[in-house]
């Protein structure tokens, strides 16, 4: 279980990745950290593509990271979508709970805009009845 002051730490690295994205065409810029057992914290970006489909998210940019380094699974996922005006257009997208659900992760952490408002779930609440 992460502490309050991991979490705002935590919050304060995705904010910095956030400016890091490379999303031209959305301009929405996100960015992530992905936890891992080992206390390692990976960040990851959107990186968008001229051919929209092909673009891909923070949290798969930092899962997908993780995993190149050996992680197998990830405890908790940081995301700062710090375009983002509300907390409720800040939650990471089906495609990318899918992608959290086969890394087992315990956790996410979603901010928006400033940062002022953090909010904490359990995958649980965010994946209900996934497959696996
Ligand atoms: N995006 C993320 O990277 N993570 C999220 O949680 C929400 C959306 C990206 C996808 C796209 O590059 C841009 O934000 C707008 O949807």
């Known amino acids: 279980m992460m502490m309050p002051s991991d979490v705002t730490r935590l919050v304060g690295v995705a904010r910095e990745a956030a400016p890091r994205a490379y999303s031209p065409y959305s301009e929405f810029r996100v960015g992530a950290v992905a936890i891992t057992p080992d206390g390692d914290e990976v960040t990851g970006v959107n990186v968008e593509n001229a051919a929209y489909p092909s673009s891909t998210c923070a949290e798969a940019t930092a899962i997908a990271t993780a995993v190149a380094a050996g992680a197998r699974k990830i405890d908790t996922v940081v995301v700062a979508c710090i375009d983002?005006?509300?907390?409720?257009?800040?939650?990471?997208?089906?495609?990318?709970?899918?992608?959290?659900?086969?890394?087992?992760?315990?956790?996410?952490?979603?901010?928006?805009g400033d940062g002022s408002e953090v909010r904490t779930h359990t995958f649980d609440e965010l994946l209900p009845y996934r497959f696996g």
């Open 84 to 112: 983002a005006v509300d907390i409720s257009g800040a939650y990471p997208c089906g495609r990318c709970r899918q992608i959290m659900a086969e890394f087992d992760v315990d956790s996410v952490v979603v901010t928006a």
